[in-house]
């Protein structure tokens, strides 16, 4: 099946700093990625929607200032957490939609980046 | 009300038994996800449904859309099943993921 990876697979980092974490899809084209969180013991929630070669879309409540996101290539995007804050640990989770034909429903989802910013 | 609800919230279950875990929606979908999520966290796609029933290994996915129901079978239930199993919906081909808020489910040896 279709591969999607994440880097780092953890991060932790001081409180100001950024991160940026990467979402590859290996093996298949993607002109969609999703970038979700998920708080522990919570579900994913969808942060925002990320088009190849256009501004991602954010879901109400999410900073976009904040979480900059970049979808350059059909393969990469990623997701820049700036001058982070405890209050922003969490798993990060990445999932890439195949391009186009029949399986346009599908999502493949990454293993997920553990932040943690003290 | 939550769109997607599944039940039960926690399940224990003994080695080699037959496991079933359930899902109900409350919107129109094209199509429904279920998840497997172990205790690393990372998060696997087990099935990908529209309608009828697949099956993979020692899982089977089953949907009803006119009751808006799914269900996940686990049969020979093993502990390396151990996880948090999510159902998840989508509207259309283009439209977001909306998920439920998962099953825990331990498998005793």
């Known amino acids: 099946g279709a591969v999607v990876s994440q880097h780092p697979s953890w991060v932790i980092c001081k409180s100001g700093t950024s991160v940026k974490i990467e979402c590859r899809s290996l093996?298949?084209?993607?002109?969609?990625m999703f970038w979700y969180r998920q708080f522990p013991k919570q579900s994913l929630m969808l942060m925002a929607t990320?088009?190849?070669?256009?501004?991602?879309?954010?879901e109400q409540g999410v900073e976009k200032d904040k979480f900059l996101i970049n979808h350059a290539s059909l393969t990469l995007s990623t997701l820049t957490v700036t001058s982070a804050h405890p209050e922003d640990s969490s798993f990060y989770i990445c999932?890439?939609?195949?391009?186009?034909?029949?399986?346009?429903?599908?999502?493949?989802f990454g293993p997920g980046t553990r932040l943690t910013v003290t | 009300k939550n769109e997607v609800e599944q039940s039960p919230q926690n399940l224990t279950a003994q080695e080699g038994e037959f496991i079933t875990i359930n899902c109900s929606y409350s919107?129109?979908?094209?199509?429904l996800h279920w998840l497997q999520q172990h205790p690393g966290g990372g998060i696997v796609s087990l099935f990908m449904?529209?309608?009828g029933k697949k099956k993979h290994g020692r899982l089977i996915a089953t949907i009803n859309i006119q009751e808006k129901h799914s269900s996940l079978h686990i049969t020979a239930s093993h502990p390396r099943d151990s996880a948090v199993y999510i159902c998840a919906v989508q509207s259309g081909a283009n439209s977001k993921l909306t998920f439920g808020k998962g099953i825990t489910l331990s498998v005793r040896p």
């Open positions: 093996d298949f084209q993607a002109t969609t």
């Open positions: 999932s890439s939609r195949l391009a186009g034909g029949p399986f346009s429903y599908e999502q493949y």
């Open positions: 449904l529209s309608s």
């Open positions: 990320s088009n190849e070669g256009s501004k991602a879309t954010y």
């Open positions: 919107v129109g979908i094209s199509a």
